[in-house]
Nanobody, 120 residues
Framework: QVHLAESGGGSVSPGGSLRLSCVVS????????MVWSRQAPGKERERVAS???????YYEAAVKGRFFISKDNAKKTLYLQMNSLQPDDTAIYYC??????????????WGQGTQVTVSS
């Protein structure tokens, strides 16, 4: 069974930075790909960034160039470096592990989320 725990959220001013972490534990068999998603109040959850087994990454257009996803396989930890944060980035951020090549929203296992608030 896969377990994930996000951390690193907080409240920052526009233009600030945060680094989110997601520690993965348990059996990760067939759950080798990772994704960060977020959900803002009144909005549906959306994918932010993902990373596959060879390090290839995907970024939503709204965050490309500002956010960077990475992982440390030895530490079983996924990261999301968020720079130049904007109020529209305010959301609960979730990480998930899923079998590569599958629809992650159906097959993925995710954590409880960490709140990111960007306000002036």
């Amino acid at each position: 069974q896969v377990h994930l725990a996000e951390s690193g959220g907080g409240s920052v001013s526009p233009g600030g930075s945060l680094r989110l972490s997601c520690v993965v534990s348990g059996d990760t068999y067939r759950h080798d790909c990772m994704v960060w998603s977020r959900q803002a109040p009144g909005k549906e959850r959306e994918r932010v960034a993902s990373i596959d087994t060879d390090g290839s990454t995907y970024y939503e257009a709204a965050v490309k160039g500002r956010f960077f996803i990475s992982k440390d396989n030895a530490k079983k930890t996924l990261y999301l470096q968020m720079n130049s944060l904007q109020p529209d980035d305010t959301a609960i951020y979730y990480c998930a592990a899923y079998p590569c090549g599958t629809w992650w929203e159906r097959t993925g296992v995710w954590g409880q989320g960490t709140q990111v608030t960007v306000s002036s």
